[in-house]
């Protein structure tokens, strides 16, 4: 393997392999270096870190360090005065006998365990397959350039197919391919790399951090916003219809708008090259005050036994989803149409609220040194369409909108369609901020965001469907949580109902919203939940006819019929 050495000197690169003495690489590194004192050597796995004494390595192998092929490290050290004789840089390491020797504390790589779509989609190449054209001269096994597979970031093919984004995975591919020679191993350089406008408080310089004190080397870089090219998640697919109009039912009962949480997975989306879909299962309606106008959200108690319940399901948090809907008036169920190119699609307070969800849920990735990169996280508004229909529309914030949030660049403002940039102030430094727009020209200008500047340039726009042949996970048939004002309620009575429905297959079972209330009964035993939850996720019938005769079960019946 090679290690990577970086110093005041330059970078240097030696071999080594991983059951050798790590002092050995270090006797050959010092040939290399202008070392006036070897004994002064200090490494870590950090810049601007001293780190530990070389001599702390002292019987450690490359393997039981935890080094990789590729790893890089940091070295400090005093160097040869240039009165120095030559004979003074070519000094062994010796191994000292009366030293305490500590093992030394460089972690291990970040173990990092990504979602099982990404690691689908990591052994895919994603070229896009093209047949033999009429432009080609040559045989039916040959290829040319008109015929030859296109990289799923080719631009043309993004234009003809109509996509204005590649996928998260094209983008990877496209960086990886740009960053690191597949022939050469040694050189891997993490391809992604999420970006950081936060002012560096702990800066090397030596000076007071800021506001006391700033340098080039703290202050963040100038920020230029523009359109995103790629997204983290291609597609939304409702499992079917009716979880999206229950949801919706509210607001057509009392007119309030609704917010819920949407509860599926990620699977990958065929349409589009290397594409990922969130595949919706449920929506959790979290408990909050409804308004004409306006959602709040009060405190979610149970929030951790939800996201357990749909964790032992092979099911999480994919995004939320909220209602914009004002009734037209004309006594047809149409809705007017407040979001279009004209006024907004994503208001500036739901940007920094989808920013903010997104910061919450990042996206694990083994392509970038911090082990995450951005988020897979989507936001569905409900709202009128052009033609007064009721229609979901998804959407996510770029790279540069969490970054904006998790700097503190960013406010909302009184005009839905414009962000503020905000003023440097205490901790917060805000550097000049811009954004590259086309002009009445066709030219590509670049802008100042300050004072403010439009929520477009934040945007990503998603795709979302109902497929054509719904197989959802779950049935949706119980009373919805948190619905007391509708008087939807989830209680004994309900369950009993509920359960009294069953065909005797155990399909009644089969209601997310029933196992959180189950759950939140607290009537069953541990094991007699687990195996509910084994059934629903299995659906083998024998885990049924296991439960049903338990006395747990049997205990809980009788409860619903004394209450009925």
């Not at 970031?153 to 960053?179: M, R, T, V």
């Not at 191993?185 to 790399?193: D, G």
């Not at 996206?363 to 508004?381: E, P």
């Not at 948190?482 to 109902?497: P, S, T």
Request: aromatic residues 10%.
């Amino acid at each position: 393997m090679i290690l990577r050495f970086r110093s005041k000197d330059g970078m240097f690169r030696v071999n080594a392999e991983p059951d050798t003495d790590f002092l050995n690489t270090l006797e050959e590194l010092v040939n290399k270096i202008n070392i006036k004192d070897p004994q002064s050597i200090h490494i870590s796995d950090r810049p601007n870190d001293k780190g530990q004494p070389a001599n702390s390595f002292i019987g450690k192998t490359i393997d039981s360090l935890g080094l990789k092929n590729g790893s890089m490290l940091f070295l400090t050290y005093n160097t040869s005065d240039l009165t120095d004789t030559p004979s003074s840089t070519s000094v062994q390491v010796t191994k000292p006998t009366s030293i305490s020797i500590e093992p030394i504390s460089i972690p291990k790589p970040l173990e990092v365990k990504q979602l099982p779509v990404d690691d689908y989609l990591d052994g895919k190449d994603g070229y896009i397959k093209r047949n033999k054209s009429s432009m080609c001269r040559h045989g039916d096994k040959g290829m040319c350039e008109y015929c030859s597979p296109l990289p799923p970031w080719d631009k043309n093919y993004k234009k003809e197919q109509g996509f204005k984004h590649i996928s998260y995975h094209a983008h990877l591919n496209e960086i990886n391919d740009q960053k690191n020679n597949k022939n050469n191993a040694t050189s891997y350089m993490a391809p992604l790399e999420e970006p950081n406008y936060n002012v560096n408080l702990k800066c090397p310089s030596g000076h007071a951090p800021y506001p006391k004190g700033i340098c080039s080397k703290c202050q963040p870089p100038v920020i230029t916003l523009q359109q995103q090219q790629f997204r983290m998640v291609d597609h939304v697919e409702f499992a079917d219809h009716s979880i999206l109009n229950k949801f919706i039912d509210s607001w057509r009962q009392t007119g309030l708008q609704r917010f819920g949480i949407l509860y599926g997975r990620y699977e990958a989306f065929e349409k589009v090259p290397l594409g990922i879909k969130a595949v919706v299962e449920a929506i959790y309606e979290p408990p909050q005050a409804n308004e004409l106008d306006g959602i709040t959200l009060l405190d979610w108690e149970n929030e951790n036994q939800v996201d357990e319940i749909a964790a032992s399901l092979g099911l999480y948090k994919v995004g939320i989803t909220f209602t914009d809907l004002i009734d037209s008036g004309m006594g047809n169920g149409t809705v007017l149409c407040k979001r279009h190119k004209n006024s907004y699609f994503l208001s500036c307070l739901e940007v920094l609220m989808a920013a903010r969800y997104q910061n919450k849920h990042p996206n694990i990735s083994k392509h970038c040194n911090s082990g995450q990169y951005s988020s897979k996280f989507v936001t569905c508004v409900i709202s009128g369409g052009l033609q007064g229909e009721i229609e979901p529309r998804s959407y996510q914030v770029s790279t540069s909108a969490e970054a904006l949030v998790r700097a503190d660049i960013i406010s909302g403002s009184t005009q839905p369609s414009q962000l503020i940039i905000n003023q440097s102030d205490g901790k917060r430094y805000v550097p000049d901020v811009f954004y590259l727009k086309i002009n009445e020209y066709g030219l590509e200008v670049k802008t100042n965001a300050k004072p403010s500047f439009p929520v477009d340039f934040l945007l990503v726009t998603l795709l979302d469907s109902f497929p054509l042949v719904p197989t959802p996970f779950f049935q949706n048939g119980f009373a919805i949580e948190n619905r007391d004002f509708l008087g939807e309620l989830q209680d004994l009575n309900a369950v009993y109902k509920h359960l009294n429905n069953d065909k005797g297959d155990g399909s009644q079972l089969c209601d997310f919203h029933l196992l959180v209330c189950l759950a939140k009964l607290n009537i069953l035993g541990e094991a007699e939940y687990n195996l509910i939850l084994k059934f629903v996720k299995h659906r083998q019938y024998e885990d049924y006819l296991q439960l049903v005769e338990s006395p747990g079960w049997m205990t809980l019946i009788t409860i619903l019929e004394h209450s009925h």
